[in-house]
């Protein structure tokens, strides 16, 4: 038996079909530094109590699958060292053995769709990685996304990855890529990249239905819907170019590979902008947390 664990606030909301919507945990524990992570985390989660929706952070705690975290509890995974950052492939060990850890995008597809949540907030996506034609590193999400059936809403995939690579396998593999309010595909803290969306919707019902007549034709998978960054928060993508290249030679540089690289690169990227990365990261995750908020509404009445 799955040891899921509904936080009150949850429980009450499937029991009465209220809105809900997945976030992930590993924001708190990779993402930023002890108190600003908790903060963050939890203006997230208010974020979405203003749309009258119900927020539902997902982590392991002690080999159990939390829906939904308590005060204590966020902050105490926010104070936490050595937590596992948990993907599909690492998700059952560290639950079967009594980890701790907090979800990605992957995990926490897996755990929503097991808590019978629809729609997840994150910030960006994983994807097709610099050099993956050689390396082969792209990462665990795409194939979630082709067959865990939650919607995703994230600025588009992380601007650091290989944009048309990931693209290319999110078509191959059958993930409808839905950018909301604009034909372009956003690229994390940049509104516009320089590729078209495939598809676009302008309404967070026209999202629902599409998830649901998905659903009704029984093909597998979610969505991804790509919500641009607000444009007082975004960093032009023509700013930031220079940037990340810097950034990817310093890792060049250094030896850094493997699973080192996109906590390196995003780190470095922060010190580069003097910040501003960071900040952009956290308007994009609340106005992701916003749309979500909007479409679990939707699904809750579709």
């Not at 019978?116 to 050689?134: D, K, P, R, Y």
């Not at 396998?169 to 590729?195: C, H, K, N």
């Not at 700013?239 to 850094?256: C, K, V, W, Y």
Request: net charge negative; aromatic share 4%.
């Amino acid at each position: 038996m799955i040891p899921l664990i509904f936080s009150p606030e949850v429980d009450a909301a499937r029991a009465s079909g209220a809105p809900i919507v997945a976030l992930e945990s590993t924001i708190i524990t990779h993402g930023m530094p002890y108190p600003q992570n908790v903060e963050v985390a939890r203006q997230v989660e208010s974020d979405i109590r203003a749309l009258e929706a119900v927020p539902a952070t997902i982590a392991v705690m002690e080999g159990r699958l939390h829906i939904g975290l308590s005060e204590d509890q966020l902050t105490a995974l926010g104070q936490a060292k050595a937590v596992a950052k948990l993907s599909r492939a690492d998700f059952a060990p560290c639950l079967a053995s009594g980890g701790t850890g907090s979800t990605t995008v992957a995990a926490t597809m897996i755990a929503a769709h097991l808590a019978g949540i629809e729609v997840f907030a994150t910030g960006g996506i994983g994807g097709v990685h610099q050099g993956a034609e050689l390396s082969f590193d792209i990462s665990a999400d795409l194939q979630e996304l082709a067959q865990t059936p939650v919607s995703v809403v994230a600025a588009g995939a992380k601007a650091i990855l290989d944009l048309p690579k990931t693209l290319e396998i999110l078509e191959t593999l059958g993930v409808p890529v839905i950018a909301y309010g604009q034909d372009m595909f956003p690229a994390f803290w940049s509104r516009q990249s320089d590729l078209a969306a495939p598809l676009r919707m302008d309404d967070p019902q026209d999202i629902a239905r599409a998830h649901r007549m998905r659903a009704q034709l029984g093909l597998p998978g979610g969505q991804l819907v790509a919500n641009p960054i607000p444009p007082e928060d975004e960093i032009p993508s023509a700013t930031l170019a220079p940037i990340i290249a810097q950034a990817q030679a310093d890792a060049d540089r250094h030896g850094i590979t493997g699973k080192a690289v996109t906590p390196y690169l995003l780190q470095r990227i922060f010190e580069l902008t003097k910040g501003q990365s960071l900040r952009a990261n956290i308007a994009l995750v609340r106005n992701n947390a916003r749309l979500a908020a909007g479409i679990a509404q939707a699904l809750s009445t579709t």
